[in-house]
């Protein structure tokens, strides 16, 4: 999610939209104190020069701001799926595929919430980018580093 997407916009789910919010409240309401708390801490401990726990602690504030920007920058310029066109593949439609003699479905979602685990899919990955705009019936081909994969278009949700 580092890269900064062609058009600057983010496109999510509502889902999505709403994973995005609460993480960003969760950072900025508990996680922001309790990471100043930490740091104070390990002040009151003496010298910071060699405090492990301070370093751990700076460390942590770091990354806990800059997933604040970066959530802040999402949010900012976010676009939440509109699903009116249920007959080509979208952003927030649930795919059903053939492949390889078997059925696989997946989400197709926003890089912001892409989750390969839970077949969730970016539409900007390579299989994700191949199913946007395609309907049931559409055979595409996919270049995998097994070589390549034909998917055919069973059903969009």
């Known amino acids: 999610m580092s890269k900064v997407q062609k058009d600057n916009k983010y496109y999510v789910t509502a889902d999505g939209l709403q994973n ?11 996680k922001r104190y309790e990471v100043a708390k930490r ?26 701001e800059g997933r604040i920007a970066e959530l802040e920058d999402i949010l900012k310029n976010v676009v939440v799926s509109d699903i009116r066109d249920k007959s080509k593949v979208f ?27 839970q077949k969730k899919i970016s539409h900007e ?13 559409d055979k ?13 278009i069973l059903n969009i949700e």
């Open 20 to 30: 995005l919010k609460d993480e960003l409240k969760e950072l900025t309401e508990v």
């Open 39 to 64: 740091i104070k801490q390990a002040r009151e401990n003496g010298d910071i020069s060699e405090n492990a726990e301070y370093d751990a602690a700076r460390q942590e504030q770091g990354f806990v």
């Open 91 to 117: 952003v927030g439609a649930k795919v059903t595929v053939h492949v390889d003699g078997e059925e696989e479905a997946f989400f197709i979602v926003g890089a912001p919430e892409a989750n390969p685990m």
């Open 125 to 137: 990955s390579p299989l994700g980018s191949c199913l946007m705009g395609k309907k049931i019936g």
């Open 140 to 152: 595409i081909l996919v270049e995998a580093p097994v070589g390549n994969i034909t998917y055919t």
